[in-house]
């Protein structure tokens, strides 16, 4: 009997299916040795070796793997062709010892030509790509837990750092601050609709006496009236046509963070989910056949496809589509350090289309797999041709302009799922006239930089060269689940207490959050990948001024420097001065008197103490008056007897619409443990009925569900397998 051992309980089932029964097939259930989590488990002072223990949850399941490997002939490791992969085959390595033939084998799509290809060439493990990823994860498990213990010493318990989520974290707070700090400057564009030949189009005034205006040339009302009025009564020609073909060639197949930041922006998926679901096509999923991988290995930097999957889809899309259509191409990989898997994520077999699998798929896993196969097939089409038609009509000094495109070929728009809005103008020719129906100035702002979402705050890490593929999902659920980050809709929002950690690494920890700084380790942990660089003098380099460092300023820097703030505000109680503190939720009042005074009070926008108003409702436990009040989630009732008696009632935030599952409660706002915004009935638990977006209180014309309120603009169903979905404007 030879052993393969592989990750997951899933890819072993579906690489089951594809070898005899000479082989048996197991998994390890991830990690089979790590750092333990209540030490620091690095001995710095023995160059920094990693101590490394069994978990409690995989001791058992190393136990019968042992079992198993001293039965088998031959041992083959047969865990991720990545450097997370590859330690994992390592210390099963170490594990399992020497005394059996040991053999590595790699593959990055389960299919039985993959398979069979890799037990015939197996190699040995890869050394550097092992001192990689211990390199990584000492270096990770170094920062995190020396600079968390020093964030809960001087801010309070819970709090964490990394290299890499405490950089995502600066990029959120730096925007933000942007965005506050932006002041909008106005100007003003010259609008017209005209007609030729009973075809209306749009055009803007594009320049006067022949020089093109800028952006903020016409700054106000004024200006633009006088436009307006100086062009009352003339009459338009046409100056000048111009056509020309332009191509739109599709994009490169995916690679993870594209395909991170595709799932987020077309799909609504986070990063974490994407991946989550990514891997589930890999592993395989059950169709008619058996459990089948559908797409190559997720975690890649590379956008190369293979020789044979070109073959195949050029034959597809010919079959499919006529020769005009196929045009094979290689893609280049700009990514610099790409050491992932070696090629793009891909269909395994491109004749699996998406529609024919449909049945065998959750709507989740269809719509990530329709992506990817659209997108990998389409990288093999040729370029859509669009007609662009410029038609710029004169009246007098002043130059208006048209544009319009039409699709004269659709190429790789044939299957892709982005549409392209064709505008197609009149026939005109120059020294034609054109009528002027409309002619009006209309004011605009400019508008602040967007807030991150999780595909742009991808987008950005990767262009900074900060992390790799695989770490963006964890850090952005990290700085999520720590606080630091909050997400309204599809935007990445600071907490106070983001803000806070922000500015005090980079106040005194800048290299921890320097860019240049960060994007430089991992360019320096892909040459230990590479064999140009040794690990341990790697750390030792980073560690010891940091250790150094941190030694000085946990002596220098005071807690209530931190979180404390004075005020003018007296405590009700006992008298003393009350200071603005940073909790958990946020910033309150608390009185100086503390341990002996206890008191503490919501603060208000304005900085001061939150008003509370008295309401006519007496506390149900000790019968004192109640007031309002107003705290992290919004206003609530509490007792006016607080903080001897600590009961609060929760204002409901009504919606205005009534619950379509039990007929009888109200859909009202509420937050989750964690501070997100959903929507539920006010009968629950009863009801169990809830809504990640607002419900506008009208049903879907498809399927009859509730409808809410989506992104950009749009009010879709919130049946997830309803595809309504129009603009608001349309309502």
């Known amino acids: 009997m030879d052993l393969v051992i592989v990750e997951s309980p899933t890819k072993a089932k579906t690489i089951t299916r594809f070898l005899d029964k000479n082989f048996k097939v197991e998994s390890s259930f991830g990690h089979v040795r790590d750092l333990p989590k209540s030490k620091l488990g690095v001995d710095v002072e023995k160059d920094f070796e990693p101590q490394y223990i069994i978990p409690t949850k995989a001791k058992k399941r190393v136990t019968e793997l042992k079992k198993l490997a001293a039965k088998a002939d031959t041992i083959y490791l047969a865990t991720d062709e990545d450097r997370e992969g590859e330690a994992i085959a390592w210390h099963l390595q170490q594990l399992l010892g020497a005394k059996k033939p040991m053999k590595r084998i790699a593959f990055h799509e389960i299919t039985k030509e993959a398979i069979m290809n890799a037990l015939e060439n197996p190699r040995e493990l890869a050394p550097n790509m092992v001192d990689a990823q211990q390199a990584r994860r000492v270096l990770d498990r170094l920062v995190g837990y020396e600079l968390s213990p020093f964030l809960w010493r001087k801010i309070y318990r819970g709090l964490s750092a990394g290299r890499v989520q405490s950089v995502a974290v600066r990029l959120i707070v730096e925007r933000e601050r942007e965005i506050k700090a932006f002041v909008p400057q106005e ?24 020089k093109p205006l800028k952006k903020f040339d016409i700054a106000n009302k004024e200006q633009a ?8 009564g003339k009459t338009f020609s046409v100056s000048n046509v111009e056509q020309k073909e332009r191509q739109r060639k599709p994009n490169a197949p995916f690679t993870t963070s594209t395909l991170q930041q595709e799932g987020n922006n077309t799909l609504g998926f986070s990063a974490k989910q994407t991946m989550m679901l990514a891997q589930q096509l890999y592993e395989g999923v059950e169709l008619s056949q058996g459990s ?14 293979s020789q044979k999957f070109l073959g195949e889809a050029e034959s597809f899309i010919t079959k499919e589509f006529g020769e005009n259509y196929a045009d094979r191409k290689v893609f280049a990989t700009k990514s610099k350090g790409a050491q992932e898997a070696h090629e793009a994520i891909r269909p395994t077999d491109v004749t699996i289309t998406p529609e024919s699998v449909r049945a065998f798929l959750d709507p989740k896993q269809y719509k990530l797999y329709d992506l990817i196969w659209r997108r990998a097939v389409a990288s093999q089409m040729k370029p859509a041709v669009i007609l662009a038609t410029t038609v710029d009509m004169d009246a007098g000094t002043y130059t208006f302009r048209a544009t319009g495109s039409q699709l004269q070929f659709d190429g790789w728009l044939k299957i892709a799922p982005e549409k392209m809005n064709e505008n197609i103008l009149p026939t005109v020719k120059q020294g034609d006239a054109v009528d002027c129906k409309t002619l009006e100035g209309k004011q605009h702002f400019t508008e602040p930089p967007a807030r991150y979402t999780e595909a742009s705050l991808v987008k950005a890490l990767e262009e900074r060269g900060i992390g790799r593929p695989s770490t963006y999902a964890p850090t952005i659920a990290t700085v999520i689940a720590r606080g630091y980050v909050k997400k309204e809709q599809r935007s990445l929002l600071p907490e106070e207490i983001g803000f806070l950690v922000n500015d005090l690494l980079v106040a005194h920890f800048p290299e921890i959050v320097d860019y240049d700084f960060t994007a430089k380790m991992e360019n320096q942990l892909d040459e230990v990948a590479e064999g140009q660089k040794e690990w341990r003098p790697l750390i030792r380099e980073f560690y010891t001024p940091f250790k150094q460092h941190l030694v000085g300023k946990d002596k220098e820097i005071q807690k209530k420097d931190l979180v404390e703030e004075k005020t003018n505000e007296v405590c009700p109680k006992c008298g003393k001065p009350m200071v603005i503190k940073m909790g958990r939720y946020g910033k309150f009042l608390a009185c100086t008197g503390y341990p002996e005074c206890k008191t503490t009070k919501p603060l208000g926008e304005d900085g001061k103490a939150a008003p509370e108003e008295p309401v006519d409702v007496k506390c149900e436990k000790c019968g004192a008056q109640m007031v309002r009040k107003t705290g992290r989630f919004g206003p609530f009732l509490g007792c006016s007897n607080y903080p001897d008696c600590k009961t609060i009632v929760n204002i409901e935030k009504k919606t205005g619409v009534a619950c379509p599952k039990c007929g009888e409660g109200d859909i009202i706002e509420k937050r989750s443990r964690y501070g997100k915004t959903f929507y539920a009935c006010n009968k629950y638990p009863k009801c169990e009925n809830a809504y990640w977006s607002k419900p506008t209180g009208e049903q879907c014309p498809t399927c009859q569900s509730l409808l809410v309120y989506g992104a950009k603009g749009t009010i879709r169903c919130s049946n997830k397998e309803c595809s309504y979905k129009i603009q608001q404007e349309a309502m």
């Open 187 to 210: 100007f003003w564009t010259i609008d017209a609709l005209m007609e030729k030949s009973s075809q209306e189009f749009a055009a803007s005034l594009y320049a006067i006496a022949g």
């Open 225 to 232: 009236d006088t436009i307006v009025a100086d062009l009352n």
């Open 292 to 305: 089948t991988g559908l797409i190559t290995y997720m975690r890649t930097d590379s956008v190369n496809l």
